[in-house]
């Protein structure tokens, strides 16, 4: 089954704990994201990638980091974790072009 | 940065209307996407429309993208208590990867 998969789906953390949240897509897309979701505020983009090895900021990169080593893996890094990073997050993919998104199915993380 | 503007904030109908929802953008597109929410899941498509298309429709949805105004449009006919989900825009941007999210509409169907 085509999808992208996240883990974990949910999260409670204190500040400061390092953290990794996995995404991974089985359908060879290159464009992957991650997005954060808050109240108010709709989906904002965190990160995105091209391809393998080309990352690039979105609207709210301070905070986190991203790789892309290998085309289907996109995990989201967050370094320091503080309390304004608690949200709900999606990874995201699709293949090139004007093509819709695919999206995981969201990571609640709770910093304390 | 979010671009996409959808209106209302929230709609209430019954089962068996027409819902209809609205986006704004500011600058120019390559295309339009509708995505819907199910609470707290994750998005999934409904629709693309181009920016050279100016109606589309899917099942019982009807978009239409008027590139002058730059605004869209989402009719849902028929209304069914299954469409009780969260209504997001977002635009392709003409330069570069971004899709860019709007806040959404928060629509409930009543029996």
């Known amino acids: 089954e085509a999808q992208v998969t996240q883990n974990p789906r949910y999260l409670i953390t204190v500040t400061g704990k390092k953290l990794t949240v996995t995404c991974s897509q089985n359908?060879?897309?290159?464009?992957m994201s991650w997005y954060r979701q808050d109240p108010g505020l709709g989906l904002r983009q965190i990160y995105y990638s091209m391809n393998v090895e080309v990352t690039d900021k979105g609207d709210v990169p301070e905070g986190y980091k991203v790789s892309r080593k290998e085309k289907r893996n996109f995990p989201l890094i967050l370094e320091s974790p503080s309390p304004n990073q608690t949200s709900l997050y999606f990874c995201?993919?699709?293949?090139?072009?004007?093509?819709?998104?695919?999206f995981g199915p969201g990571t609640r993380l709770t910093v304390l | 940065s979010q671009q996409g503007e959808e209106d209302p904030q929230a709609l209430s109908i019954q089962e068996g209307e027409n819902a209809t929802m609205n986006c704004s953008y500011k600058?120019?597109?390559?295309?339009l996407q509708w995505y819907r929410q199910n609470s707290g899941r994750g998005l999934v498509h409904l629709i693309l429309i181009r920016s050279n298309e100016r109606e589309k429709h899917s099942g019982r949805l009807r978009v239409t993208l008027d590139t002058s105004k730059k605004s869209s449009s989402l009719l849902i006919t028929a209304s069914r208590a299954a469409d009780t989900a969260s209504y997001f825009c977002a635009t392709g941007a003409q330069w570069g990867y971004a899709l860019n999210f709007g806040k959404g509409t928060s629509l409930l169907v009543t029996p």
């Open positions: 600058t120019s597109i390559n295309n």
């Open positions: 359908m060879n897309h290159e464009y």
């Open positions: 995201a993919s699709r293949p090139g072009g004007e093509n819709e998104q695919f």
